[in-house]
């Protein structure tokens, strides 16, 4: 059964530093990853797709990167702003058929 | 930008009734998902319906639950005889696989369920 780990479960880093936030898996047989962010009370909004056959995508000032051999994806984000500020979940999927959901980081960025 | 539209997006209802929470997916998109998310805990995986039927169930997707895609626009998920544990928001999301690995999940803005 596929589980999905996010270290750190909350951090707070003032304006304008570059961050890292770390997702793992345990079962490295994925279709793809994909990185969400969600604000509170809100729904999801895609930020970044890595399909299994990739090993980085890029956004903007976000970075994400997938290492599917050891199991870990980070989501790299750069000059962070108090925009920010939310929670960053991570989700693989096996398949067409769900995605399985990391318990989210919860970024605060500090004007 | 295509979006996964979701109505109502606050729903109160009293335990024991039941409830329609509505979708209106992506038009060319083929798979068709419901997940909830209870306060403070991880997004979980309802269900999966696929080419007119479910696809894949997960243990909380129990008879209490179904889905319909009656129309072939809107994707419905009733939930009968509520109970407060129901209490959740309820996400409906859409995905077009590739040979690749796909074009990523699109989700609704949710429903948020509260059952009294």
């Known amino acids: 059964k596929q589980e999905v780990t996010q270290i750190p479960a909350a951090l707070s880093v003032p304006e304008g530093e570059n961050l890292v936030l770390n997702c793992s898996f345990t079962d490295s047989a994925i279709y793809n990853l994909q990185w969400f962010r969600q604000d509170p009370g809100k729904g999801l909004t895609s930020l970044l797709l890595?399909?299994?056959?990739?090993r980085e995508q890029t956004s903007g000032r976000l970075n994400a990167s997938l290492d599917k051999s050891s199991g870990r994806s980070t989501l790299y984000i750069a000059a962070s702003q108090p925009g920010d500020s939310a929670t960053y979940l991570c989700?693989?999927?096996?398949?067409?058929?769900?995605?399985?959901f990391g318990q989210g980081t919860r970024l605060t960025i500090n004007p | 930008e295509p979006e996964v539209t979701q109505t109502p997006s606050h729903q109160v209802t009293q335990m024991g009734q039941e409830v329609i929470l509505r979708c209106v997916p992506i038009s060319n998109h083929l798979y068709f998902y419901w997940y909830r998310q209870i306060l403070g805990q991880k997004v979980e995986f309802l269900v999966s319906f696929y080419n007119n039927e479910i696809s894949e169930k997960s243990e909380i997707f129990d008879d209490q639950f179904s889905v319909e895609r009656p129309d072939g626009s809107n994707f419905t998920l009733k939930i009968r005889s509520t109970k407060l544990e129901d209490s959740a928001m309820y996400f409906c999301a859409s995905f077009l696989p590739s040979d690749r690995g796909g074009y990523g999940y699109t989700f609704g803005s949710g429903t948020r369920l509260t059952v009294v």
């Open positions: 989700a693989v999927s096996e398949g067409a058929q769900k995605l399985v």
């Open positions: 890595i399909q299994s056959s990739q």
